[in-house]
């Protein structure tokens, strides 16, 4: 079996910064790919960012500039270091571990921005 924890989030002010972080264990071998989205109640799970194993990135237009995706491969840990935050940015934070053989989701975490 795989577990994904995340950590991190919580409430910040606008301007303010949270960094998550979602760590993979158990059963799970060369990852391929590492990624964070994001879900506000009502609308459709979106995608924040996204590292490959080989370190390509991908960043949501809406947050390029401000969020920076990283990863520890020997930890099989994902980063999301997410600065200038906005209201915008409030919204349920999953991470997403892809593998052979594995496609997983996080339990979520709240980031709260207010203003």
């Known amino acids: 079996q795989v577990q994904l924890v995340q950590s991190g989030g919580g409430l910040v002010q606008a301007g303010g910064s949270l960094r998550l972080s979602c760590a993979a264990s158990g059963s799970i071998f060369s990852i391929s790919a590492m990624g964070w989205y994001r879900q506000v109640s009502g609308k459709e799970r979106e995608l924040v960012a996204h590292i490959t194993s080989a370190g390509s990135k991908i960043y949501a237009d809406s947050v390029k500039g401000r969020f920076t995706i990283s990863r520890d491969s020997a930890k099989n840990t994902v980063y999301l270091q997410m600065n200038s935050l906005k209201v915008e940015d409030t919204a349920v934070y999953y991470c997403?571990?892809?593998?052979?053989?594995?496609?997983?989701w996080g339990q979520g975490t709240q980031v709260t921005v207010s203003s």
């Open positions: 997403k571990v892809l593998s052979p053989g594995y496609n997983g």
